[in-house]
């Protein structure tokens, strides 16, 4: 077995994003410290980082005025790290949930110092380039300059009682360094935000049934940490893979991979079939140039659709393979891997247990980890083979399924263990192992 070690200690809990959790250079982990160990409660108060080789602990932010945060994610080239902020002075009509939360991040180098990310105005005629809701998950692109999130619209979901207009439905959008966005006071929990923000997915009420029409687009992805080469060999600069909850020709729900090509950042602003910022009745529309596809066609298959336990669908480095989760003709929930250009998938794993975690790849696109029979396993993408790091624990200290996360350089794992203190009380405790031989 490989070499594991144990980062964190204090008697709270500990909680990863399942992407994105290590510093550039791979000497720190940032994780938040929402109590339960699934991450359900959003009630952590402080963005933490813990020093992997010396178990050193720095606060990066802490909250204030009854705000939460959690579900930190580190910026791949600089010292930024973004994360979900929930309401300050939060109020009966405007308490935590998914419509009312924002994107903020804080530079490493000055703690306690958190610059929205997206900006909101909720207030007719809206703004383009701000969001009217809540934004999550926040991950930025392999170069280091856009971020994706999904979203939940207030202004729809306040209406949703009246029937009228567009339903609140689960999208993805992207953050872009087009210029800061500054909106009008005209509601206390409108503000500013660093970066233009638009949604990039399409939804629809009623999904015609054996038709790409989604309701839901959601676990965001990007292609590629500098997008994928088509099929005639030019380069997608950047394209996002999501899950879209589609109908299949019997009526009954399938949940399948697609992708967002995205256009040029000069081509985020120009307005597609409706506008950027929505209308009162109207979602916020994608930018006219982002092309969605459908990657995978499942219905046929004994075990349709993407399943297994929440994940993210996860792209190589190179951009040529995004790996997600289904199950084998046993019932077995597997890896497999797509390519960006469509085709059929590929069976990664064949293993006799179920994959049962969200799962990273390592730097040179060899190597897939995630959670299985209790331990950490490592699989070979191009052969298959998986390998186990970790002893098998079945007991309640068995690595969780949210995050297993490759470090930078592909030579670490980081996960969580939820490991009783000495009274008996259970608190998430980040762990990492060696993933080399």
């Known amino acids: 077995m490989s070499m594991e070690r144990q980062l964190t200690t204090a008697a709270h809990g500990h909680l990863l994003t399942n992407a994105n959790v290590w510093s550039p250079d791979g000497a720190w982990i940032v994780y938040d410290v929402r109590s339960d160990a699934a991450g359900s409660l959003f009630d952590g108060t402080r963005i933490e980082r813990v020093h992997v080789e ?18 930190a994610s580190c910026n791949p080239v600089d010292d930024r790290v973004a994360f979900i902020l929930g309401p300050e002075n ?52 392999g170069d280091g300059q856009w971020v994706s999130f999904t979203y939940d619209d207030h202004v729809l979901t306040i209406r949703e ?10 999208n993805v959008g992207v953050a872009v360094p087009l210029s800061a966005v500054t909106v009008p006071r005209t509601h206390p929990r409108n503000h500013d935000g660093a970066l233009f923000s638009t949604l990039v997915t ?28 088509r099929a005639d060999r030019s380069r997608q600069e950047r394209a996002l893979a999501f899950l879209g ?13 697609f992708i967002a090509d995205l256009p040029p950042l000069h081509a985020m602003k120009k307005p597609g079939d409706g506008p950027l910022q929505g209308t009162p009745t109207t979602r916020p529309q994608p930018p006219l140039a982002v092309l969605q596809r459908r990657l995978t ?15 993210w669908p996860r792209s190589s480095p190179d951009g040529s393979r995004i790996a997600c989760l289904m199950r084998d003709d046993a019932g077995v929930v597997q890896l497999w891997t797509v390519s960006p250009n469509g085709g059929p998938p590929r069976q990664i794993t064949r293993d006799p247990w179920d994959v049962a975690s969200a799962f990273t790849w390592n730097k040179g696109g060899t190597a897939i980890a995630y959670v299985a029979e209790g331990s950490v396993m490592v699989v070979n993408a ?12 079945a007991a309640g200290s068995a690595p969780r ?26 608190f998430n405790q980040l762990f990492v192992v060696t993933a080399t031989e």
């Not at 490493?108 to 990310?117: D, F, V, Y």
């Not at 109908?247 to 949940?255: E, K, R, S, V």
């Open 382 to 393: 191009a052969m298959g083979e998986s390998r186990r790091l970790t002893p098998a624990d």
């Open 90 to 141: 939060p109020t009966p009509d405007w308490q935590y949930a998914f419509h009312h939360r924002q994107g903020v991040f804080v530079d490493a180098a000055r703690p306690g110092e958190a610059k929205n990310l997206d900006a909101r105005d909720i207030v007719p005629p809206y703004t383009p380039g701000a969001l009217r809701g809540g934004s999550h998950v926040h991950i930025f692109s």
């Open 401 to 426: 399924p949210e995050a297993c996360v490759f470090s930078p350089d592909g030579r670490q794992i980081a996960y969580v263990r939820s490991i009783p203190d000495a009274d008996g009380t259970l």
């Open 161 to 170: 009682s009246t029937g009228q207009g567009d339903l609140n439905q689960r």
């Open 54 to 71: 010396t178990g050193r602990v720095e606060v990066l932010y802490e909250s204030q005025r009854g705000a939460c945060c959690g579900v």
């Open 202 to 229: 399409r939804t629809v009420r009623h999904p015609r049934p054996g038709s790409d029409e989604i309701a839901k687009a959601y676990e965001d992805a990007w292609v590629g940490a500098a997008g994928y080469v």
């Open 245 to 257: 909850d589609a109908i299949d020709l019997q009526g009954n729900p399938i949940t399948e991979l």
């Open 297 to 311: 066609f499942t219905a046929d298959r004994k075990h349709p659709g993407i399943q297994g336990p929440r994940h």
